[in-house]
């Protein structure tokens, strides 16, 4: 359920709606909005009485939200979230970069690729320090060193840090160097860690796992939400069927459905989704007449070298060659391509 | 395995590389193309000597085909393939729209529907004059009727006729009618079905079956085109996952993957493909911006009034809507949207 | 609707039920069963008057069928459909073997193999004359001379014979033959296909579309048993999904939810379904354990040399070893294992 | 690779070995086993040099591992893995059953079924004290209080416990009552979680991830194993496919596959796998006769009442006449059915 108020409420009527959702054993969630004031309330909801709030000062609207998920949902709230990191604004309708390489691999490769990506304006570098790999022997990632990497490429080039944590212990180290944190496919449903990274109130980059649906996607959001944190940022990287000429089944579906169903931004990450470099600059082009919010690109300045993920991953020459016609794309879509506007 | 002659080659050097093709056991196939004339053999290729190929008149290359389909491969043939409709050409820069109902409902429908089309400059109407349904009680279309209404709507109207064919005692009725015959997306490996529209010569419109592989789907139209008849347009329309929030999974990875792979067109169904009609526009845009030559969309002047598939149809409104915005995406793809210059 | 009436209900009652069914537009199926005559309704049957039927004479019951397929509902017939081929039953407490090889390959091959399955109480001996294949140029199987083999075979050595049709236009040659029709499951869909099968009447063994779900599959099944051919057997032979260790995912999960939903026979083929030999019998097993009325086997006596599908072909010795268990399981199961018993 | 030793070695002739390994930056891993003992190797093993370890003492045989994993393959260790727990033998010719609730909901509800399962032999008692839930508000178990009933019931009752471990703070809490520590689907490629479980040296029950293929699930238990924690488990419990008409598709395929390439025991989970309660004895007795090492079941003395997965669990009655004829097919596949025999 959730409660519409006037924005200017006195906060006693903000405090007596609040303390009313809490009679009923039921949490109450301040939404941030532009138009309204909105109270999400989380809990055993069946027991609610709505007409006891539709009388209660300052109470606009009260509503039932049909939902599985709540706090994410756009009937909880109408409008797009933006997100704001560091003073570049995410969602609505900026249409926002993430690239850099699968990897951390050494202090040099990731300060010569910031440092290019920085001259073409990308605001923000992808690079994993932990790697999730399925093998136990594959390589893992520089973990603590990578971290380090990439502290001092965002202190020496100034670029934002997006890196994924893999372990409820490293939350605080991966916190402190991340502007954005990943949250990796293969934990979307590990609840331990979506609350914990909740608690960060940093900003998240939830990806969606290789089998997960939409709604599991959104509720996996709602864990994370319901910590308070509202600063998610979802994205679709591929799913598991059948086909095997590609790596995965980029779902570009999802975009429009997400679009619909929630306030938060939507990202796509081709790299993963479709697994062969020629073909991401399609799929990344096609995400964004599809209506994504942003892309996560694996670029490698020597992609034949890269330690993992190479044969996905663009040389520089054909991102910025994307990075051209994405140009010329955003505009047809009314989006802004945030670029360079960075200082 | 490919001879490439020289354009200009004299017509008793093609027919000596012939022969030295059939005594092999093997089948000589003459591909159109631009630059090179090229014989594709299909056949017991094992057994033969390319050296004994290599020394022949007017022979400048001859190339080994790793792929398992041949005659769609772009080893065989490096240029696109354009399809002549009418006049109309399909494929290559071209950005041509087919559009229309599901089913021929009544005579009036569908003319009210392709008055309406043609008015907006769309070549192509779609109807579905016998219809493939899951349940034997299903509305199954109207039949021999349906043609008729197709027929005269060509006629009185002058549009381009796209209508399906399931049945192998059908085909010359209905391929007196269509411009493009469709073959559904059950029918993809019906290999009965796809060598006698091979012998056809018309156009043919092969869509990809629920669960067939991309590969799977450039052997379908092998069959096709080694009937000779290499007017084929392959579609996307969507893949059988575990997601069900859409109706189908819309896999526009196929479109670059198909584009490297094959010189023939591919064409995009976002209606069947997505199954909910205020997200196929998004789609649409995407399966263009992915590369796709053209698109199949439903439209109805009464989507809750269509006796199949209304939830998937655009009204004639969203279509328009969409249109336009396809006007302002096609250049920077670098392609032309193909509509009003049918006369 | 189902009209249930006495087993002994006088002629012109039921014509005066049927009568009734065709006023409304719809189509009376008389359904054989042993303890009640039960008339099932299909057609437009949302006009239908319950009430108008409870009262005509000899009229017991009157029953609203709620799944979208009709006569092969366990709703329309309680109890299991029994098929008699020559003299030997299908269905209820048999457990049938049908064996054989992919494809006829020679009149040698396909008398050997016959004459050893025949020696170890096999009825039904499989082979295709008529191959599907995914690319026209494999083996596409040896056509009429495979028919006449298979006839020949049926004529000296005394065994059933299942055979596949892929062409409307083949039928009469393929049921002259064939004491099972096969459907594949590249045709399930193919609904002119099933429409003839259904009118020769002969038993027709329908497998599974790769990708249909199971509701489909009864739905195909509804096609044949409208045109009055009861005489249908089911066949699980595996799915496609994400996992690449085996062939196809054998679904055995489709035994049990079709039994509870269904009256007719369900068959299993684990040489398709999982796709590599040496862990054929284990399936084997698990289809039985789970409630198969029958196993589809591929047997060959070379299987190394086999023209097709060698890869998942058990030997004999391999074969037998799985009789013998097979025969040990049955009784767990309250089945009889249906061998030897032909002459 | 791996190096294979007399019985008998000597532990200088062991520990050289070991050195040898050491010194090519690799990690020697011990491999319990009846006939030889095996080091096994991992690490950077391309550059290995396999003659160096011929020549050693005692060395035997010397072998190349060529699946991606290594130490759970069959290739490392032939024989079948055996686990002990209190006294009771898994793996091998036992059919072990774990039955009980998806959630401990009371201490008396858990005691309950716990005495009438101990009653009916039951050695292993299973119950969710933490649960991962997909939506944030749906019951998310009794957690500490859960875990604290399942220790009294142990202690009182005298059944093993196996019980899920979501979050890795939880683990030592979880193993001190847990003589089977469940790692869910969810959580499969949870390295962080894998890693630490198989510090704990318990026993691990590990499920399969609901798209991950049978590669990925013995590369998770690689995780484990690699942690010199042999007592893994694996469990089939379900893959998500397109399939609507049950809960997952339980993929009883994955039983004969991994039985060829892995020496761990491999159990099924009916229940989760196809998700409803009447179809759950037919699934249980396929996996059986597939060759399952043990059955994981839900059981309820109320499943109407049941907090979560209702629909999916037997009552006692019906789990009673599963037991019964699984003493009947056990047997048939040369199994003993592991029940009574603990006190």
Same mark, same amino acid.
């Given at each position: ?16 709606? %609040?303390?009313?959702?809490? !009679? ?20 055993? !909801? ?22 599985? *998920? ?38 040099? +490769? ?19 320090? $932990? ?5 136990? $022997?594959?390589?893992?990632?520089? %973990? ?40 990796? /496919?293969?934990?979307?449903?590990? $609840? ?8 960060? +109130? ?5 990806? #969606?796992?290789? !089998? /997960? ?16 944190? *509202? ?8 799913? #598991? ?5 590609? #790596? ?5 579906? /999802? ?49 034949? %070298? ?20 994405? +140009? ?13 506007? $960075?200082?």
């Amino acid at each position: 359920m959730l409660i519409l108020m006037n924005l200017n409420s006195p906060r006693e009527d903000i405090k007596e709606v %609040k303390n009313k959702i809490i !009679s009923f054993n039921c949490t109450p969630h301040e939404i941030p909005g532009a138009s309204k004031l909105a109270i999400g309330i989380t809990g055993p !909801s069946e027991f609610l009485i709505k007409e006891e709030f539709q009388l209660l000062p300052s109470v606009e609207e009260v509503i039932r939200v049909t939902k599985k *998920y709540k706090l994410v949902s756009r009937q909880m709230k109408s409008e797009d979230t933006i997100i704001d990191v560091n003073g570049i604004k995410i969602g609505g309708d900026q249409l926002t970069i993430i690239a850099g390489p699968c990897s951390v691999e050494s202090r040099d +490769q990731i300060f010569e690729i910031a440092g290019r990506l920085k001259e073409m304006g990308v605001n923000f570098l992808r690079g994993g320090a $932990y790697k999730p790999r399925s093998s136990p $022997y594959a390589f893992q990632g520089l %973990k603590e060193k990578g971290l380090e990497y990439l502290s001092d490429v965002k202190k020496e080039i100034g670029i934002n840090i997006v890196t994924e944590v893999l372990n409820q212990s490293h939350i605080e180290a991966v916190a402190e160097v991340a502007d954005i944190i990943q949250l990796g /496919a293969r934990n979307m449903q590990n $609840y331990a860690l979506l609350e914990e990274v909740g608690k960060t +109130q940093k900003p998240i980059l939830l990806k #969606r796992g290789m !089998s /997960a649906t939409i709604e599991e996607l959104l509720l996996s959001a709602e864990y994370i939400v319901s910590q308070q944190n *509202y600063n998610v940022i979802l994205c679709e990287r591929g799913i #598991r069927t059948f086909e095997t000429a590609t #790596r995965n089944t980029l779902d570009l579906n /999802a975009v429009p459905v997400i679009k619909k169903n929630s306030h938060l931004p939507i990202f796509v990450d081709p790299s993963h989704g479709i697994g062969i470099w020629d073909k991401v600059p399609a799929m990344a082009m096609a995400a964004v007449a599809a209506g994504s919010d942003g892309l996560l690109i694996e670029v490698h300045t020597n992609p034949e %070298k890269a330690l993992s993920d190479g044969y996905q991953t663009l040389n520089l020459a054909s991102f910025k060659a994307l990075i051209e016609k994405l +140009q010329e794309l955003a505009p047809v879509i009314n989006k802004k391509l945030n670029l360079g506007n $960075y200082e």
